[in-house]
């Protein structure tokens, strides 16, 4: 996981480093946040996302009830309809995993650029 959210980011990032990383994930895929972080930070070693701070949200799951309609979140699956106690539960969500965010390392360089500045043209005579 932490491998394919990495290719991702290096996607997404165009060969620019990398700051900071947020990924959401649904309850229902019970990541572990710090060995999530911690297989993050192994397999960008090197890369341009190397020493980028990982940020997991946890997203709770939704159900429905099918005999009294009430919708919830939960941070985990009930066997049980919080309001009438029915078991007639339907799961909507929880289990997505999606890449939030790329947050990159500012530069006074754009990169390719002979000039070495930010970019902007020159200044008409």
Do not use: H
């Not at 060995?35 to 890369?47: D, I, K, N, R, S």
């Not at 997203?59 to 009294?68: E, Q, T």
């Not at 790329?102 to 650029?113: C, S, W």
């Amino acid at each position: 996981m932490a491998e394919a959210l990495l290719a991702a980011v290096e996607r997404g990032a165009d060969g620019r480093p990398v700051r900071r990383v947020r990924v959401r994930a649904g309850v229902l895929l019970r990541i572990d946040e710090a060995a999530l972080v911690q297989a993050f930070a192994v397999a960008a070693a090197g890369t341009v996302a190397d020493g980028a701070d990982l940020e997991v949200i946890v997203d709770p799951v939704r159900l429905s009830c099918g005999r009294c309609e009430r919708t919830t979140t939960s941070d985990g699956l009930l066997a049980a309809c919080p309001a009438c106690g029915a078991t007639d539960l339907r799961i909507e969500g929880g289990d997505e995993l999606a890449l939030e965010s790329i947050d990159l390392v500012e530069t006074a360089e754009v990169p390719g650029n002979p000039r070495r500045d930010r970019g902007n043209p020159p200044e008409p005579a």
